[in-house]
């Protein structure tokens, strides 16, 4: 997988994330052409789009767009269901995820992301085992968290 | 603001989004960042240390403003802090600002490099995987030179935690990606096949992805995981749904790790072993028999992780290409989605036919199916889709449905989408060509095209058929009728003119008799035209009028008078005004049999590749189109194209074109008509050769290089970590080269290992004449890449350009020591670590002769001590040396007889790792 990339429906970016090393303005540049492509398309045409050398898999949920980049020889199905299981682990997460938990708890969002992605792979697919992970990790800066009492800016 | 309780909230975040987000314009959210920024700048300049709660949280909104587009140039240093810091949330926020915003910035690197190592050796699995993330997503080769042996040993380690385990594979796949040369191959790579056993799916799942990426690069080395990959995969597809607890995913079991399965057995050809391959056989049975069970829920879930196995099943099988059973019944199923209700699995069915269909086993079944792709093409609303079906159709074609298939495709151009319609017009003349049994319907065929499509017609596809008409006899009467008539339509596209235009030109006699093409009847009908045309266009007109000066002498008047108008004589555009002079002056002052001489008909064209197909691959990028086109032939038993072009390949190509060609200047009456056909010189394609480089190991002088043109010789010397190399360029022609010009060119990382000096060379090369030019080499550390010789230069007005590997290697730079045995045992045994030792075994070609190999060996400069430790084989010795930049490379070498065959063996221990790649070179060349 080369990239994720989450915008809204107006094409605000949300998350985005990259697998492979490219330059801001590439980057730019790969959003800009994602976002108009993908939001152009009429309803029920199919997910896939053949992009450069890339499939492009993409999904809506309510009003966000989920958009990978991936190979040539990637299943595109399985893309789907990754975009499927994300959105399930946030859901789980957030209780019934809506497109403002991503931005007001946008470091959240990666956080979860690593935990079921790295490198453009999939490191974990079962979902009670990446929620454990994710629910250790909020014990952990709870228990550590001494900071609660500070004064917010 | 959702209320999110979860974690800690920093209450100055929240607040500031808020902000953001109420901002009303563009204007105003800018005004609001930027005041942002300043007050964060002050912070973090300011005199009072910020506690670690205000720096992540300041570095939290950098990361947000970051991600609504604004550039970040500052608190790079605040987020290597936190990276560093023991708090957990500080150290989760300062890795994610690195592996958002840095890309390989190395400056940073190397500060969080060492953080990064604390993390790893700190035994806490949860920091240990936020390194080995930030590895993964940074990927730099620093961060892989620093850790590209660590994490081998942390993923094979008996007591890491699954969940390290699968970071370390994951993120060793991704420095692999980024770096392969720098993770090293060793002993842990036979414990990365056995975690395809392991207990844990998550961590089976992460492994198998790693040694897909390895064994894609090299297979020998983990063929032991196709068996392990096969049982994994059996014991997946026959247990029941509830039987991989949570790996289970909506009723499918463990849909990830079966289609990773599938992918790697993909990277190797059927198993030999007989058991082994039915159990395989059987998986795959299991996997389609699966698929056609009534679904076990309604969810899209279920039917997409079902079918996404299903589909990479039948990529194996088609790799596999042995089962005509498996292939046929792949087929047979999804033919059943091409009328799925779900747009997405008829996209995936088209698109997996098209590979079925160029196996010779499928070919027929995939046939079948033309209806339904045809309807398809006509129905679909989606234009991914349609664009599917086009492929298909493409894909299967044959000589048996050729006609039916270029038919609809032509008929489908006529509404077909705008982006698409370039692909479909080079598709529907590739396969006019390819079964054209009767060329008038080639010609027909291509002549639609521009008709339907004209805009869309590049300029391959009419120098094609040009190139058809001009070689094949028995259709230039045909096509010369066929162009007059479709001339005669009130608008025609500017590309029928050119090919109307030429081809009158050419075989307008053919036609001539009929009263209704009369020679005065074709000429006024081109001439009608040409006010229309652009300058190229009419360029080819003036030619084509010229040779009908020379095949119709009653219409010479006729033309002379339009030649003789001052709308051509003194026409604007220089080249037109050229043409028209000189070809009045030629048919006013040449004899007839002059004329005919010159303006004679074009001889046939060599036989060449037809531009189409380059020009369809390269639209097409890296997919699968070359594959299909060269396994089909065989499918079709429809080779003769490539006969022909070989028996064409060996008449020496034309002299008349070549000369034309090269001296093209405007003034050659039928260069436009020409130059048509050659590749526009402008884009001199580089030549590059490396067949003579190898020769270079054990040599210092010799020829590197050489072609028709040029020939280039070496001689260098080398002393210490410096070397001098005498590059001679030979002008072997009869013409001087013109503005030679060299330049060395090294990547990035070689740069910084070799200096390389040219001095200037003579731009100008004399006929048969040789120049020299001096190369100054100084190696700076040890390297394994080579730098590359790029020549330039005007040949008879065509650029070349030519690109030489230079004979630069490691071995060139070292210098023998001489010392004790007990000496060399002893350093051989400190350097015992993996990757500081390779080792070859190898066929020996020739009689071993202790004389002869220490004279290669010498000619690699290493010094040697004889008859060394007891002799375990025949013969035994082992040679040493030092290069300048002190470090140690030792060698030993040996052979032994083996059931009566000489085998060498090649031992060689050296201290840094980058050494490697060099010394397996080095064995070889000592036998």
New interface residues.
């Given amino acids: 997988m080369r990239f994720l990339l989450l915008f809204s429906r107006q094409g605000r970016l949300r998350l985005q994330k990259w697998y492979t090393a490219i330059s801001e303005r590439e980057k730019k540049k790969i959003i800009r052409e994602m976002t108009t492509m993908v939001l152009a398309r009429q309803p029920r045409t199919c997910n896939f789009i053949q992009w450069k050398d890339l499939k492009i898999v993409y999904k809506r949920y309510a009003s966000l767009y989920f958009c990978l980049g991936v190979e040539h020889e990637e299943n595109e199905l399985l893309a789907l269901e990754i975009i499927h299981r994300y959105v399930e682990l946030l859901d789980k997460y957030f209780g019934n995820v809506c497109e403002l938990d991503i931005i007001f708890n946008f470091e959240k969002a990666y956080f979860i992301l690593d935990e079921f992605l790295m490198g453009g792979e999939i490191q974990e697919t079962s979902k009670q085992i990446v929620n454990r992970a994710i629910e250790s990790s909020d014990m952990l800066q709870e228990t550590m968290e001494e900071y609660m009492s500070k004064p917010a800016f | 603001?959702?209320a999110?309780s979860?974690?800690?909230g920093m209450?100055?975040l929240?607040?500031f989004?808020s902000d953001i987000?109420n901002c009303k314009s563009k204007e105003a959210e800018v005004k609001r960042i930027n005041k942002e920024l300043a007050n964060i700048r002050s912070k973090f300049k300011g005199d009072k240390a910020l506690?670690?709660?205000?720096k992540k949280?300041y570095v939290?909104k950098l990361?947000?403003i970051f991600?609504l587009?604004h550039?970040i140039d500052f608190g790079h240093m605040e987020a290597v802090n936190l990276l560093s810091s023991n708090?957990?949330?500080e150290k989760?926020?300062g890795y994610?600002f690195i592996s958002?915003l840095v890309?390989?910035n190395s400056e940073l690197i190397r500060l969080i490099n060492n953080a990064i190592k604390n993390d790893l050796a700190s035994r806490n699995p949860?920091f240990m995987n936020l390194a080995?993330?930030c590895i993964?997503?940074?990927?730099?080769r620093e961060m892989a030179e620093a850790f590209a042996s660590d994490i081998p040993r942390i993923l094979v380690a008996g007591d890491t935690m699954d969940?390290v385990k699968?970071?370390a594979a994951?993120?060793l796949?991704?420095l692999n990606?980024?770096s392969p040369d720098l993770v090293p191959m060793g002993e842990w790579t036979a414990r990365v096949v056995h975690l395809l056993n392991d207990q844990h799916?998550?961590v089976v799942?992460?492994a198998t992805?790693l040694i897909t990426t390895l064994a894609q690069k090299s297979p020998d080395d983990f063929k032991t995981s196709v068996s392990l990959a096969v049982a994994r995969l059996s014991r997946i597809v026959t247990s029941a749904s509830i039987d991989l607890?949570?790996?289970t995913?909506y009723f499918v079991a463990?849909?990830?790790?079966s289609?990773k399965l599938l992918?790697l057995l993909q990277c190797y050809p059927p198993p030999e072993d007989a058991s082994l391959r039915s159990r395989l056989t059987e998986c795959l049975e299991t996997i389609l028999n699966k698929a056609q069970e009534p679904p076990k829920s309604k969810k899209v879930?279920h039917s997409?992780?079902k079918?996404?196995v299903l589909?990479?099943a039948i990529a194996l099988i088609i790799h596999h290409d042995s089962e005509p059973n498996l292939l046929v019944r792949a087929c047979n199923q999804l033919g059943q989605f091409l009328q799925h209700r779900e747009?997405?699995l008829?996209?995936?069915a088209l698109e997996s036919m098209c590979t079925l269909a160029s196996s010779e086993f499928s070919h027929e079944a995939v046939k079948t199916h033309i209806e339904t792709v045809i309807s398809a093409l006509k129905t679909e609303?989606?234009v991914?889709?349609r664009?599917r079906a086009v492929d298909l159709l493409y894909a299967m074609c044959d000589r048996s449905n050729s006609k039916q298939i270029v038919a609809e495709m032509l008929s489908y151009l006529e509404t077909a989408d705008y982006s698409i319609r370039e692909e479909i017009v080079l598709k529907v003349a590739i396969l006019a060509e390819k079964y054209a049994v009767d060329y008038t319907w080639y010609v027909d065929t291509i002549l639609n095209l521009i008709r339907i499509a004209g805009d869309y017609v590049s300029e391959e596809v009419w120098y094609r058929v040009i190139q058809i008409v001009i070689n094949r006899d028995d259709v230039q009467g045909y096509a010369a009728k066929t162009v007059f008539e479709a001339l005669q339509a009130p608008a025609c596209h500017e590309n029928l003119v050119k090919v109307g235009g030429y081809i009158l030109g050419e075989f307008g006699n053919l036609i001539a008799g009929d009263p209704r093409s009369s020679p005065l009847v074709q000429f006024n009908l081109l001439h009608s035209k040409f006010h229309l045309c652009s300058v190229p266009t009419r360029a080819l007109l003036l030619s084509a009028y010229i040779k009908f000066i020379n095949l119709f002498p009653e219409v010479k008047g006729t033309i002379q008078d339009v030649l003789r108008s001052d709308s051509q004589l003194r026409n604007a555009d220089v080249e037109l005004q050229q043409r028209a002079v000189e070809y009045l002056r030629l048919s006013c002052i040449a004899s007839t049999d002059i004329l005919a001489t010159v303006l004679e008909e074009m001889p046939p064209f060599p036989e060449r590749e037809s531009s189409i197909l380059a020009k369809l691959k390269k639209k097409k990028?890296?997919?699968k189109l070359p594959d299909m086109d060269d396994s089909r032939k065989n499918v079709n038993g429809n080779t003769e194209h490539a006969e022909d072009a070989e028996v064409a390949s060996k008449v020496p190509s034309h002299t008349f074109t070549d000369n034309l060609n090269v001296n093209s200047a405007p003034s050659s009456g039928a260069s436009l008509l020409v130059d048509v056909f050659s590749d526009f010189s402008s884009a001199a394609p580089t030549e590059s050769s490396d067949e003579h480089f190898p020769r270079f190991v054990c040599k210092n002088n010799g020829v590197i290089y050489e072609n028709q043109l040029l020939q280039i010789g070496l001689k260098s010397e080398y002393r210490q970590n410096l070397g001098r190399m005498y590059v001679f360029y030979g002008n072997k022609t009869s013409t001087q080269f013109q503005s030679f010009s060299t330049s060395v060119s090294s990547n990035d990382v070689l740069c910084s290992q070799l200096n390389v000096q040219e001095k200037p060379v003579d731009p100008l090369i004399e006929a048969g004449a040789q120049v020299q030019q001096i190369l100054n080499i100084e190696c700076v550390s040890d390297f394994s890449d080579t730098p590359v010789l790029n020549i330039q230069f005007r040949y008879g007005g065509t650029l070349q350009n030519i690109a030489v590997k230079l004979p630069v290697m490691l071995n060139k730079f070292f210098q023998p020591t001489e010392m004790m045995s007990q000496d060399f045992f002893q350093r051989w045994k400190q350097l015992g670590a993996p990757q500081q030792e390779v080792q070859k075994i190898f066929k020996a070609k020739n009689q071993m002769d202790t004389d002869v190999t220490k004279a290669k060996v010498n000619s690699e400069a290493l010094g040697q001590c004889e008859h060394l430790g007891p002799s375990v084989t025949d013969l035994s010795y082992s040679i040493n040396m030092q290069s300048d930049f002190s470090f140690m490379i030792l060698l030993l070498l040996w052979c032994f007889y083996e059931s009566s065959q000489l085998t060498s063996l090649c031992s060689v221990a050296f201290t840094p790792p980058a050494l490697r790649f060099r010394c397996s070179s080095v064995g070889r060349c000592g036998s």
């Fill in positions: 603001m959702p999110v979860k974690g800690d209450r100055g929240a607040v989004i987000r506690d670690g709660y205000s949280k939290c990361l947000f991600l587009g550039d708090k957990y949330t989760q926020i994610l958002v890309n390989s949860t080995l993330h993964a997503n940074v990927g730099s969940s699968q970071s994951l993120c796949l991704r990606r980024t799916l998550g799942t992460a992805s607890q949570d790996y995913y463990a849909p990830w790790l289609v992918r879930q997409n992780a079918n996404a589909f990479e747009t997405n008829r996209y995936l609303r989606d991914s889709v664009q990028g890296s997919s």
